[in-house]
């Protein structure tokens, strides 16, 4: 009772000796709080200097400092000592380790005088356990293996040697070391299953916990839940619940093992139970809510855990900031969006330091759409890791920047960080959504060598290359993996039909092993003769198909509609929705069909029905919507389509996306959009647009009117419009930088136009030979929907079928 200890001696009115000095120190050092502290450093500036020879009584004072954190002083005292023993050299260290500075523990420890005892042992193990780099694991296992015999029966120091061990990831010596030990206790268990844990072998964990014949403590109860919340299996679900119902009545008041049962059952995805639990706490601390609301976000429960964020009775933690942004970032409605930017205002400045906290906002604001405020915070950041990087890159894949996110790689680069799993894909994601060969080569150089045996990189190499159009280099990278999994085949079969190469996805889909087939392979293989018009192909293996899901369905609606074959596609639908709800995007499917052939009737009656069964779908009707006023243009009824137009922004209040187009030029990535006049150039680039455009007329080329979507301006003609798209301007752009160019290459980031297909196809052929007669020039144009390949002959792969 170290605070009677402290009352008993403010009563005091004699001198204390030693002995009370020593006693006042342990019980500062044990209470350490404000009141602990200032009696303990007064006592300390009071105790007689005659007492400073006494070992026994510094040792209690530097341990008691320790305990403040008043390392400094501690120090000093240490300094003093004219004859430090082993004693004063262990309360040093344990003091270091208690204030988390472990290289200093380890410097002391190479400078002690005197063998360790088994005290000693046990704190060097430890600060060894927690530094955890190549000095540590040097010195932890020198120490180990230099130890003496006698202190193999000390089961508290063989403790902490497998805890080290185990922190170490060299689980089989400290299973060595537990088989050794003959009488084995509760904390041993302990260490050897957290052990475990720690290295990803639950399974190993419940094992040990089955042949233990003692009574399991709380903390054995805390990691046995850990390791089933862990494994997740059937085995781990039934192991976590029998205990559940077993835990002695007298734990139920621990709210340690109380929240790692209800971490357990949210990860088990046992929601309502885990609500039970929570309920039945009566003490909730803030570590309680938050796995609450963590177990919330792992079940897409987002609302919920907003809910219970604003009754949440303490201020939150850095975790629970974390926790919160994270669930804002996936809801991304109005509330969320509110929640989010006001408590990310309102943050205290100290977390301002914590880059996993600071990372998840940047993640949240990026998501929410705020490029703006993520760029702000991710440049307040002082110490920035490779994560923030990474979720800054993302954020800028995710707003459609991928330009952005590549030119973080520099920065990468300036500060030395090492490129790892998590950003190489995300990389290697930007270079897909850009598609600039160049540019897929200088990220592929970057990534480290080690990287090119993971199956997950190279998958993501064959979607990469494929994106860009590199056909080439998609198959050496599939040929390169010893053994393709499912993502393998299908990044391939989908990069096939991108590129419009239905026969190259089909005859990889047959080579296939059946077992890896599954509902991807079957989407990316149909979508592949959808748009490559491989119809008899599409039949052939949707009838294959056992189970066919509603994408599978979707896929081959698709194909159907794409050659103009309406009734199949739509019987195909109504069997469907004999058993099971509609789907919209089989509508949209249809709808994108009538368009292409200008069937407006059928555009009508597709949209109509839409308009009833999928009501608060907007992003669906307003694409829809899009498609309809386009089907009322290409038959030149204006004033239909205007109206479609005028509804569907009273109703949906929605937006089109401006049409925006990148190249590159000199490894500088330009941004083009309709009508550009950003670019220091745009005068000349327009002119040769205009250039371009009047010597395709000359040669018999005619506008296409139905291609524009919106009303024509006073001053606008078809051709304006149509020769100031934004992939327009960007071929124009090469023309004026080179008179030859020999390859050029443009992502758009919507469908390109049927008219400036033409376009580039007629630029390739007849205005070459006016332009430059020896002018050969390949180009690539990658749209929402495929890939383009242009020869210069004039034709392009897609042969006329998009």
């Not at 779908?617 to 038959?635: A, D, F, P, Q, R």
Request: aromatic content about 8%; some cysteine; proline content about 3%.
């Amino acid at each position: 009772m170290p605070e009677k200890v402290l009352d008993l001696f403010d009563q005091m009115n004699i001198q204390p000796d030693q002995v009370v000095f020593n006693t006042v120190f342990s019980a500062c050092a044990r209470v350490a709080n404000d009141r602990a502290k200032e009696i303990g450093r007064k006592v300390l500036n009071q105790m007689p200097k005659h007492f400073h020879n006494d070992n026994i009584l510094l040792t209690s004072a530097i341990n008691m400092l320790m305990k403040f954190g008043d390392v400094e002083n501690a120090e000093n005292f240490f300094q003093t000592m004219k004859k430090k023993d082993v004693i004063a050299y262990g309360a040093m260290m344990k003091g270091y380790v208690e204030n988390k500075m472990y290289e200093k523990t380890l410097d002391l420890f190479e400078q002690l005088p005197f063998p360790l005892h088994n005290v000693g042992y046990t704190i060097i193990f430890n600060a060894c356990a927690q530094l955890l780099n190549d000095r540590a694991k040097q010195i932890g296992k020198k120490l180990l293996n230099e130890m003496p015999k006698h202190f193999h029966n000390d089961n508290i120091l063989l403790n902490s040697a497998i805890d080290m061990l185990m922190k170490f990831g060299d689980v089989e010596n400290a299973e060595n070391f537990f088989q050794m030990m003959k009488k084995k206790n509760i904390i041993t268990y302990g260490a050897m299953m957290k052990g475990y844990v720690k290295n990803n072998m639950s399974d190993k964990a419940l094992d040990l916990f089955e042949q233990m014949s003692l009574n399991p403590n709380n903390v054995i109860h805390i990691i046995v839940l850990n390791a089933c919340a862990q494994l997740l299996n059937d085995r781990a679900k039934e192991i976590g619940r029998k205990l559940l119902d077993q835990i002695p009545k007298h734990f139920h008041n621990d709210n340690v093992l109380l929240t790692s049962a209800i971490d357990m059952l949210m990860k088990f995805g046992d929601v309502e139970n885990a609500e039970n639990l929570f309920q039945m706490i009566k003490k909730k601390d803030v570590i309680a809510y938050g796995a609450m609301m963590k177990g919330y976000v792992e079940n897409k429960m987002y609302e919920k855990t907003l809910d219970l964020f604003e009754q949440l009775p303490f201020p939150l933690h850095n975790v629970g900031y974390t926790i919160i942004f994270n669930a804002c970032a996936q809801l991304l409605n109005d509330r969320a969006k509110e929640i989010g930017r006001k408590l990310l205002n309102q943050m205290p400045k100290h977390f301002h330091n914590d880059n996993v906290l600071l990372n998840s906002a940047i993640d949240m604001l990026m998501k929410f759409g705020d490029v703006e405020s993520g760029e702000k915070l991710f440049r307040t950041i002082k110490k920035k890791n490779i994560v923030t990087f990474g979720a800054m890159m993302n954020g800028y894949n995710i707003n459609n920047q991928p330009f952005k996110c590549l030119q973080l790689l520099g920065e990468i680069k300036q500060q030395n960080f090492i490129i790892d799993e998590f950003s190489s894909n995300i990389l290697i994601n930007a270079c897909a959504r850009l598609s600039m060969l160049s540019k897929c080569q200088l990220v592929v150089d970057q990534i480290p060598s080690h990287l090119y045996k993971n199956q997950r990189i190279l998958n993501s190499l064959i979607y990469m290359w494929g994106k860009a159009g590199s056909i080439e280099n998609a198959q050496k990278i599939f040929q390169s993996i010893d053994n393709p999994d499912d993502f393998t085949y299908n990044s391939l079969i989908y990069i096939y039909g991108l590129n419009r190469m239905g026969l190259e996805a089909v005859d990889l889909y047959r080579k296939m092993p059946d077992h890896l087939r599954n509902e991807i392979t079957y989407v990316c293989v149909l979508n592949a003769c959808s748009h490559s018009g491989l119809l008899n192909e599409a039949r052939s293996i949707f009838n294959e198909i056992s189970q066919k899901s509603k994408q599978i369905i979707a896929a081959m609606i698709d194909c159907l509609s794409r050659l103009y074959i309406f009734d199949e596609a739509q019987k195909l639908i109504d069997d469907y929705e004999k058993s099971n709800p509609p789907c919209s995007v089989m509508y949209m499917a249809i709808l994108s069909g009538a368009r292409n052939s200008r069937q407006h009737i059928l555009s009508q009656k597709i949209y109509d029905r839409m308009i009833m069964l999928f009501p608060n779908e907007k992003e669906t009707l307003k694409s829809g919507s899009v498609l309809l006023g386009n089907t009322y243009l290409s038959i030149g009824d204006h004033e239909q389509a205007k109206n479609v137009r005028l509804n569907r922004i009273k109703a949906l209040g929605t937006k089109i996306q401006p049409g925006v187009s990148w190249t590159e030029f000199n490894g500088e990535i330009l941004e083009f959009k309709a009508n550009d006049r950003r670019h220091p150039q745009s005068k000349e680039i327009h002119a040769k647009a205009k250039y371009i455009s009047d010597v395709l007329m000359k040669h018999g080329h005619e506008y296409d009117a139905s291609w524009i979507t919106r009303p024509l301006g006073e001053d606008e003609t078809i051709e304006s419009v149509l020769c100031t798209h934004s992939e327009r301007l960007a071929i124009a752009y090469h023309f004026l930088q080179e008179e030859n160019p020999s390859f050029i290459q443009i992502t758009k980031n919507l469908r390109v136009c049927g008219d400036c297909l033409i376009y580039v196809s007629i630029v390739l052929d007849r205005a070459t030979k006016l332009i430059a007669k020896i002018w050969q020039c390949k180009i690539i144009v990658r749209d929402a929907n495929c890939i383009h390949h242009f020869s210069p002959d004039g034709t392009c792969s897609c042969q006329d079928h998009f």
